[in-house]
């Protein structure tokens, strides 16, 4: 039997060293692959996040238009040159339509169902229908329903706090982030502080989870779909699924049936507009706020109340913003108070800008493509056969210094008015860009605002040290060393 495993061992070894010239065989500049593992080494250890692993090409390879990277064995595309990912992105989506993971509802009927995986007609049908949901005025409408779970954080610091104290920022920013999405997408209000065993927070916090295993899936889907189909591995585990199905279902049959009054939320957008989904499709799609929003929003409100901690100015300038707006019962509008605020808005520009909380946004193209010259006059250019991933280098580009002087620098008049229009195109994507960008970025920076402004009027944070590391064991960015930050009463 050991000649068959040599034999097996030596072909894949042969096949891997193949695979692994396709970059180099056509003038592409790519760092040394090793065999089996391509680029991923470090990754695959859990010793850095696969953003850190762009960051090592795009770092080494100023001068190209773009890199090559091989995602195990997968060669994967990665554009440096602004103007090359506004054509991936925008210019020519139709070449770009997929993603490069997919997943197959027959193998994970939840997660393959949502928006993020659903391809060609069925993505355009489903993206129309949903849109609505996330439109300004919509969002205005959900703008109470956020106040009343921030106001619930805020009730339970109020009984914690009364001088400095060492927090895990963490535990209050998932359970605000959850209360939100279960009041605007769910139409429950919990309070997940005072009862954290509610069976949505539960669920909630299953279907964020993200370690090395789940990292793995998403890769093994990307590189090795057949066998990933073969095994049934899911995303979402059966048992979770069928209970998060079973209680969206039972809020449809509620609001369809008129049990309970209409509120301004998603679910309702649902029963009212998308009457060609099944119920499946429809609790998929709600299971989006989870998979895609939950663990994204909780860290921008992290991500932001570290950088103001770490710098003191910054804030200043923020809580005299805050300051200079009415008493919270004179708010008539929160909608517009909150747009209103400048400076918060420059703060978060920059925030998402030093921590674009998903770090690359991928595509898959549909069709062959001509990326043109690997750099501005070179003979070598890349002629792509339809299937070839590409992952755009949001985070490294956001912290390139071509682009972003003193890049690591947290300076929010970046993006005041005056200097807005000065940033050039395409290096600064952190919700992506084109037809397939982010459907929840309006959703998700209103929550972050609201929450940030009835905090910061009555809070104030501090840290010891910096602590700019990177977990290794996500997808999305998140801190390695854990949330803790000191809060004070202002
Ligand atoms: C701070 C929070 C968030 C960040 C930084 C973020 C970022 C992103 C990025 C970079 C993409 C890829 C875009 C592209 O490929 O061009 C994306 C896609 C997506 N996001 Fe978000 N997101 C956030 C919150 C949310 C929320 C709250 C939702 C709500 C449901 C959401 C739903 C989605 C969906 C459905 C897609 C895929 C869209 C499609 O393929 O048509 N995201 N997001």
């Not at 696969?50 to 064995?73: C, M, N």
């Not at 994967?76 to 139709?94: A, G, K, S, W, Y």
């Not at 590409?390 to 008049?413: A, G, Q």
Request: proline share 6%; charged share 25%.
């Amino acid at each position: 039997m050991w000649w068959l495993l040599v034999l097996l061992v030596t072909c894949l070894f042969y096949y891997s060293r193949n695979r692994l010239k396709y970059f180099s065989s056509r003038g592409v500049c790519t760092l040394p692959p090793v065999p089996l593992l391509g680029n991923l080494t470090a990754v695959t250890f859990g010793r850095e996040n696969f953003v850190e692993a762009i960051a090592a090409g795009y770092d080494a390879f100023k001068d190209q238009r773009y890199f090559g990277l091989y995602q195990y064995l997968v060669p994967t595309l990665i554009p440096r040159d602004p103007e090359l990912i506004r054509q991936i992105m925008v210019r020519d989506f139709n070449s770009f339509a997929d993603r490069g993971v997919h997943i197959d509802a027959d193998c994970d009927p939840l997660f393959g169902r949502n928006l993020i995986m659903l391809t060609g007609s069925k993505w355009r049908s489903m993206r129309a229908s949903l849109s609505p949901a996330f439109s300004g005025a919509r969002c205005r409408s959900m703008a109470p329903l956020m106040a009343e779970s921030a106001c619930a954080v805020i009730a339970y610091l109020r009984e914690k706090i009364s001088g400095e104290e060492a927090m895990d920022i963490n535990k209050i920013t998932m359970s605000y982030v959850n209360d939100v999405i279960a009041s605007c997408a769910f139409g429950f209000a919990v309070d997940s502080l005072k009862d954290p065993d509610n069976c949505i927070f539960r669920l909630g916090k299953k279907a964020v989870v993200q370690d090395t295993n789940q990292v793995m899936k998403f890769f093994g889907y990307e590189n090795m779909k057949s066998i990933m189909k073969f095994l049934q591995v899911k995303i979402i585990p059966t048992q979770d699924a069928e209970q998060f199905s079973q209680l969206f279902k039972s809020a449809l049959k509620a609001r369809r049936e008129n049990l309970v009054k209409p509120r301004p939320d998603f679910i309702q957008i649902l029963v009212d507009a998308a009457q060609e989904f099944t119920d499946d499709d429809l609790v998929a799609q709600a299971v989006l706020f989870y998979v895609a929003g939950y663990d994204t929003t909780a860290n921008l409100i992290y991500y932001f109340l570290y950088e103001m901690a770490i710098n003191p100015r910054v804030q200043e300038k923020l809580h005299e913003e805050l300051d200079g707006l009415p008493p919270d019962e004179d708010i008539e509008d929160l909608y517009e108070a909150v747009q209103g605020l400048e400076y918060l808005d420059m703060c978060v520009n920059e925030v998402l800008r030093l921590w674009p909380l998903v770090g690359s946004a991928d595509r898959r193209s549909v069709a062959t493509y001509d990326f043109g010259p690997t750099y501005p006059g070179s003979k070598d250019r890349l002629m792509a056969p339809a299937g070839i991933h590409v992952w755009l280098p949001i985070y490294s580009i956001h912290r390139d210094e071509t682009y972003w002087p003193k890049p690591h620098d947290c300076i929010p008049e970046r993006f005041s008015k005056d200097r807005k229009a000065d940033i050039v195109p395409y290096t600064y994507m952190p919700f992506g860009n084109g037809p397939r960008h982010c459907i929840g970025s309006r959703f998700a920076v209103l929550a972050a605002k609201v929450f940030l402004v009835k905090f910061l009027r009555s809070y104030k944070t501090r840290a010891d040290r910096a602590s700019p590391h990177l977990s290794p064991r996500a997808f999305i960015l998140r801190p390695r060393d854990g949330y803790l930050l000191y809060v004070t009463p202002r």
